[in-house]
């Protein structure tokens, strides 16, 4: 609707009036807009867990080569004068050839120590063939599948040949003596590591791998074709698993400056801080630092492996720094292999990323395989040579005065660079570089307060961070942590921990074995810990104890359920939900925690969280109570009482109002079902009985003749559809409402449903498909036969039945089920169907025929889908296809079907009985159902495992799962809504504008007074008879409800946005509906006369509308009772009740009021009390007694003076204070009216009237405080509709004589409407609902010709 643009901007729309009336909408709490009900209830997916080492590996043999032949140059090597001499930094000339031999051979042992303590080492010194090839051969052998080291120095022999040869001597050193790499490879074996320290050393590596791949092909061939002769000969190992290290390219000499030693590469990979040293100081930036020379650096004071002196200091920032160069620059799993499998492979590639640095400077370029990406200009050497500078500059004065040597700054300034990178908060970027250092930080007590809590900092931004950090490698540290007793620690770790298992939960089996798991039972039992810890250190236990023995044992011994009972009480909810979901895995199919938990009568205690306010809370204790009954060891009659006890307090929940909560509930159930699965299948059969023998048709039964064709489109509980095409729906409808129960399948002589015998169930294509699987519609009980058990069934019959005490709790289990199974929101019936069925069915199989006919008389099932009406119209005119009159069906053979039935097409799915039974490949293949061939009987005592396996393992509902998302997602972040700056803030506000807008333009014209309202700015067909009809308080919408359905239209632009249906069962209907938040993002609320209550999102907006949540607001609606005052006024109300349908349907349907302030929601109808449901708690708050003998029909409440006002079925109207009790809450009854009230409204303000009408259309003014009205006006007979304007004083009448009148506050008709605006001019039908708009002088109109139209005041008043 067009506004004038110069109301918009008129001076009366002040702006602090603006902002005021913002506040209002801001602070207006919103309904059913938590996770549980914007999310799916499931788990996250698992990130692929690349971090644990598959195969962590060991290094535990190396064999030094050394080829030096002191004294004698290589004849292809032309050496400078003056050369680098220095091998493993001594000088061979300095002593005799062979003691120089050995002693740089012991060296270079020596070296390779300090990375590698543990390994064997075995030097060969100047060796020949043979002794390389008994050295290799033997460290292999011992070395079994560990990795081998091979180190060659080939500087007194040439250089490797292109066929891929290195050299070693004869035994006289006479000659030189080829060794092809070939041979190497098959002594080595694999896995292996080579260094090369030669001159060309990359053609090595060349070879290396041209021979690699030769064997795999030879392999591959030997594999393919066995006669071949390379199959007969041993198999050469695979190469796959060997590393190379090589000193310079295939092309190049090794450096011989010489300042530098003559094995630069190998004094690189072992000696790495020594040559880094020596290295800077040759360097021209070195001079910066005055006072060092190569002698002071012989003298920097330390050990390698102390972190507190100058040398080690350095080493450490080293490792921290290749470390983090290496994790940057290579691609992870690369990383993962070199970096993170092998501490010596660690350290060699480590020093080798420095060997590359240092040795490109002399144009000599390392090669490794794995081949790495260049990293020597990596920014982080600058922090290295910053560190190295800071640390010389010193050296003088602490050698020479002997003054403290002062710690570097790197790891502080590196913790520094990781927080602000933490601060900037942006989503998408790279992953902050300092990550490895951090993890190098945990190990020093000085920084590691401050890297925890960076580090929980880093976790918080979700599952991909806890990956990177896995990554990395910090896991052995944090597990390592736990040992520490440190307090402040405490809070830290216990994030950290929670944030690693809620991403990865197998890391359960590790702290167990570290006894990481007293630590976290340890935080629980502090009290003096905060919630939020506890409730993490809970949850970590809750994941050590899930499905891990191991893990409930431990924490069993460490006295958890002790403790966890302690705090079932806390006032922290998530606290609640966590120790009761932990408590609910500690005894799932552990029997001794079980024990213990009855010893602490925890069943008890967890009863008082049945009623916790918090639904997540509720569930958590239903979830922990169904393991509990689920356990599957042997009962005793102690613990059968437990579980009738649990069985009976759980039954509570029936009617809880949050669906999490029910479907947890179903899954509780159907443990106890499992357990005592005999007793069930008794009932059930039971259940069965009475139904057949029960004729009266219910509702479901009575559809016309034209909908017993089943369609395939039809589940059996009519599953929701939503339907977003404009065309007409109502084919859809049709079809959707069918139901392919065996009702619809076999047709006997007298057209009421075939008798339930297992024999027709059989052949029924209800059976003809998977058993309670979820992608099915079928099922041997149909929804219509469960929901007419659930309404048939009497105690008495049922208790006589069987001789067992008891009897009535399993009795009442299956009524809940049954109860459940018609449940308004879909997964919750789903569960509680696959409950059910799965009972049925074993009943069923178990009280089978003896003997079952050959395959061939039953390859044909009832058809899925008729194609040919003919058959239909033939079985119910006389011989039905399934005979079942025999009164024994329960041992009927089961009939052949006749021939002449075969439908025109086959359905596609039609599996034997014989061969491949239609459940069977439901069960395990051990337990034989079916195929034990034609004649024998299918016998039920074979192995009860297999199908009881299958109803637990089917049935979860994920709630633990996504509960732990939580601590997998940002705990820290502001929430979007919160953020000022977010879309969705911004949506909002944008909103609440709007609102502000619309409340001041329309209240300017309805302050005018309005005096016409019969401008038609609407008209359209509706594609059903509107029953209700809700202006959108705010924008351009109007939902129109007809029977089952929903429409959408745009009242504005005149257009259908939307039309879905509701999903309430084929004999209710739609009867009331409410805009919940409609101030902010928009919920629709309807109420159905069973008593159901479902909310949708997403409609009228180009999305597929969804089911937020559905519960039964109330239960067991009576038929009405109306009041009989006198003749006159009752025929009236009669007339009026049958024209509107509502006296076969059973009076008021459900009436509700909605309090957005309060989010209470009032609900009444069809009983004798009003119910009021807290939407925040999800549970029913209150039950005020009407004290009335007759339906409620209208429902209006005030929230500022907690007031409810009631219409009645008798004519009365009732006042009630819901802050008082029951039995006075009552605070005035009204009885002026004889008939019928249509409508009781109770205006908002301080000193509000109640105004009331009567289907008589006498309207009465109510002052709350006083007995008698105030004032009276009479208005049209045969009211079927009236509203009342909020704002505008007016209200209007619907008749079912086809007229609607507006009347003004003192009782003046200014509109009289009976034709439509329009060509036609055609004759209004008789009205059957209206309804005004909140805020603006709009009046909806429903009426009984399908058509929808709006009036407004005149146009010049808008």
């Known amino acids: 609707m067009k506004m004038d643009s110069d109301l918009l901007h008129s001076p009366a729309v002040g702006l602090a009036e603006e902002e005021e009336a913002d506040m209002n909408d801001w602070k207006l709490p919103l309904a059913f807009m938590k996770k549980r009900h914007s999310e799916k209830i499931e788990g996250s997916k698992a990130l692929a867990q690349s971090w644990r080492m598959k195969d962590r590996m060991k290094t535990v043999s190396v064999a030094l080569v050394l080829c030096l032949n002191v004294g004698v140059d290589p004849p292809d090597v032309v050496k400078t004068s003056p050369c680098a001499r220095l091998e493993c930094w001594i000088d061979p000339l300095s002593m005799s050839p062979q003691k120089a031999l050995e002693t740089i051979g012991a060296n270079l042992q020596k070296q390779y120590e300090n990375w590698q303590p543990r390994a064997r080492y075995k030097q060969s010194l100047d060796p020949t063939v043979d002794e390389v090839k008994k050295l290799c051969t033997s460290l292999r052998r011992n070395a079994k599948e560990e990795r081998v080291l091979f180190h060659y120095n080939g500087h007194g022999v040439p250089r490797p040949t292109v066929n891929g040869e290195i050299w070693v001597f004869n035994k006289n050193y006479t000659q030189y003596i080829p060794l092809s790499i070939y041979d190497l490879q098959t002594w080595m074996g694999s896995p292996s590591i080579f260094v090369y320290d030669c001159s060309n050393a990359g053609i090595i590596v060349k070879s290396f791998k041209q021979f690699a791949l030769q064997r795999e092909q030879e392999l591959e061939v030997a594999a393919i074709n066995p006669s071949h002769p390379l199959a007969q000969m041993p198999l050469p190992p695979s190469m796959k698993n060997c590393i190379q290290l090589a000193a310079c390219e295939a092309s190049e000499l090794l450096p011989m400056n010489p300042d530098l030693p003559a094995d630069l590469f190998t004094s690189c990979l072992t000696t790495p801080i020594k040559i880094a040293l020596r290295w800077f100081c040759m360097q021209k930036s070195a001079k910066l630092v005055p006072g060092v020379t190569l002698d002071l650096i012989e003298k920097i004071p330390g050990r390698l492996n102390d972190r507190r002196t100058p040398l080690g200091e350095l080493n450490w920032i080293f490792t921290a720094i290749t470390d983090t160069i290496a994790w940057n620059v290579l691609p992870r799993d690369l990383f993962q292999k070199l970096f993170r499998q092998d501490l010596l492979v660690a350290s060699l590639f480590r020093n080798f990323l420095l060997a590359e640095r240092i040795m490109r400077s002399y144009n000599c370029t390392p090669v490794s395989s794995p081949r790495l990406p260049p990293t020597y200009m990596h920014a982080m050497w600058q922090a290295w040579d910053l560190a190295v500078d ?146 993490m250190a809970v949850f970590i236990l809750a994941v050590i104890v899930n499905s891990y023995n191991t893990g409930q044992e431990a924490c069993l011994q460490g006295n958890l359920i002790a403790n966890c009972l302690e705090q079932l009480s806390d006032p922290h909810p998530l606290l609640r939900q966590w120790v009761a979901i932990c408590l609910g895995r500690i005894w799932q199919n552990f029997d001794p925690a079980r024990w213990c938990g009855v010893r602490d009568s925890a069943h008890e205690k967890l009863y008082t969280l049945l009623s916790d306010p918090i639904p997540e809370v509720r569930c958590a204790a239903v979830f922990a109570l169904g393991t509990f009954v689920g356990n599957s060891a042997e009962r005793t009659d102690h613990s059968t009482t437990i579980d009738h006890n649990v069985a009976m307090m759980l039954a509570q929940l029936i009617n809880d109002g949050s669906p999490v909560v029910r479907k947890e509930l179903v899954v509780a159930l159907s443990h106890l079902v499992v357990q005592y699965e005999s007793n069930f299948c008794t009932v059930a059969l039971q259940f069965i009985e009475e139904e057949k023998n029960y004729t009266v048709p219910s509702p479901a039964n009575t559809a016309e003749p034209g909908n017993l064709t089943p369609v395939r489109d039809s589940p059996a509980i009519p599953r929701l559809r939503s339907v977003n095409s404009y065309t007409n729906i109502r084919a859809a409808t049709t079809a959707r409402n069918l139901n392919k129960s065996l009702q619809n399948l076999n047709l006997n002589e007298e057209g009421g449903p075939a008798a339930f015998s297992p024999g027709n169930l059989s052949t029924s294509s209800s059976a003809s498909s998977t058993l309670g699987s979820p992608d099915n519609d079928e099922y041997i009980l149909s929804f219509e036969t469960i929901d007419k058990m659930r309404r048939v069934s009497s105690y008495s019959s049922l208790n006589s039945l069987i001789g067992v005490s008891f009897n009535s709790v399993y009795t009442q289990i299956w009524r809940v089920l049954l109860h ?505 039908g008789a009205i059957s609902c209206l309804a005004f708009h909140p805020n603006w002088p709009h009046l909806a109109v429903g009426s009984n010709d399908y058509y929808m139209s709006i009036y407004s005041a005149e146009k010049r008043l808008r």
């Open 390 to 535: 800071i640390c010389l500059s010193q050296l003088p004065t602490i050698i020479e005065e002997g003054t403290a040597f002062r710690h570097s700054p790197f790891f502080a300034e590196q913790l520094t660079a990781f927080q602000v990178w933490l601060t900037m908060g942006v989503e998408n970027r790279n992953p902050p570089e300092q990550l490895p250092i951090v993890l190098q930080v945990l190990l020093s007590q000085v920084h590691r307060l401050r890297a925890l809590d960076l580090l929980g900092r880093f976790l918080d931004l979700g599952p991909w961070a806890v990956s990177l950090a896995l990554s990395v490698g910090i896991f052995p540290y944090v597990l390592k942590l736990l040992q520490s007793s440190a307090r402040e620690l405490r809070p830290l770790l216990v994030f950290i921990w929670a944030k690693i298992l809620a991403v990865d939960s197998s890391c359960q089996a590790d702290l167990v074995k570290d006894n990481g798991h007293k630590y976290f039972l340890s935080v629980l039992a502090d009290s003096y810990m905060p919630a939020e810890h506890r409730t």
């Open 820 to 1324: 459940l199974a018609a449940d308004p929101f879909p997964e919750v019936s789903d569960l509680a169907m696959k409950v059910l069925n799965s009972i049925a069915y074993k009943a069923t199989m178990n009280a089978r025929p003896q003997r079952i006919l050959d395959s061939g008389s039953l390859t044909q099932s009832a058809p899925a889908s008729p194609t040919s009406k003919g058959t239909h119209i033939h079985q119910a005119s006389g011989s039905p296809p399934m005979p079942s009159t025999s009164s024994s069906s329960l041992t009927n053979e089961v009939p052949k079907p006749p021939a002449r039935e075969q439908p025109a097409t086959r359905p596609p799915y039609t599996p034997t009985l014989g061969g491949q039974a239609p459940h069977s490949h439901q069960f395990p293949r051990t337990r034989k159902m079916f195929d034990k061939g034609p004649e024998q009987a299918a016998e039920d005592g074979d192995e009860p495992g297999g199908h009881r396996n299958y109803i637990s393992a089917a049935l979860q509902t994920g709630l633990c799962d996504w509960s732990a998302k939580y601590f997998a997602q940002p705990v820290m972040k502001i929430p979007e809504e919160h953020d000022l700056e977010s879309q969705v803030r911004m949506e909002r506000q944008w909103r609440f504008l709007r609102n502000t807008r619309v409340r001041k333009q329309s209240r300017i014209i309805t302050q005018r007074g309005v005096s016409r309202l019969d401008d038609q700015i609407f008209i359209n067909r509706n594609p059903g008879v509107p029953s209700v009809v809700k202006f959108h308080p705010f924008n351009t919408c109007i939902a129109v409800a007809d029977k089952d359905s929903i429409c959408f239209w745009d009242w504005e632009k005149g257009e259908r946005l939307d039309y879905f249906y509701n999903g309430n069962p084929r004999y209710t209907r739609i009867t009331a509906m409410e805009y919940l938040n409609g101030h902010d993002c928009s919920l629709l609320l309807t109420a159905t006369d069973d008593g159901a209550l479902r909310i949708w999102k997403n409609f009228a907006d180009q999305k597929n509308p969804e089911m937020v949540t559905a519960w039964q607001g109330l239960s067991d609606m009576l038929p009405t009772t109306r009041g009989q005052p006198s003749a006159s006024t009752h025929s009236l109300a009669r007339r009026v009740s049958i024209y509107l349908d509502r006296s076969k349907q059973g009076g008021a349907g459900m009436v509700v009021d909605w309090e957005q302030e309060t989010g209470l929601l009032m609900t009444s109808g069809d009983v004798r009390v009003i119910r009021i449901w807290d939407t925040d708690r999800e549970m029913k708050v209150q039950d005020i007694p009407t004290g009335a003998d007759s339906c409620v029909t209208s429902l209006s409440c005030d929230s500022k003076r907690s007031l409810i006002v009631a219409g009645l079925g008798d004519g009365s109207v009732r006042v009630f204070d819901r802050r008082m009790g029951p039995n006075e809450c009552r605070v005035m009854t009204y009885r002026e009216h004889g008939a019928w009230v249509v409508k009781a409204h109770i205006q908002k303000e301080t000193d509000g009237q109640v105004i009331s009408v009567s289907v008589n259309g006498d309207v009465r003014f109510f002052e709350p405080r006083t007995p008698d009205s105030i004032n009276m006006l009479q208005t049209v007979k045969g009211l079927t509709a009236l509203d009342i304007h909020p704002q505008a004083n007016l209200f209007a009448c619907g008749s079912m004589n086809q007229f609607i009148a507006v009347y003004n506050a003192n009782g003046d008709v200014i509109s009289n409407i009976k034709y439509y605006d329009g060509f036609m001019g055609q004759r209004i």
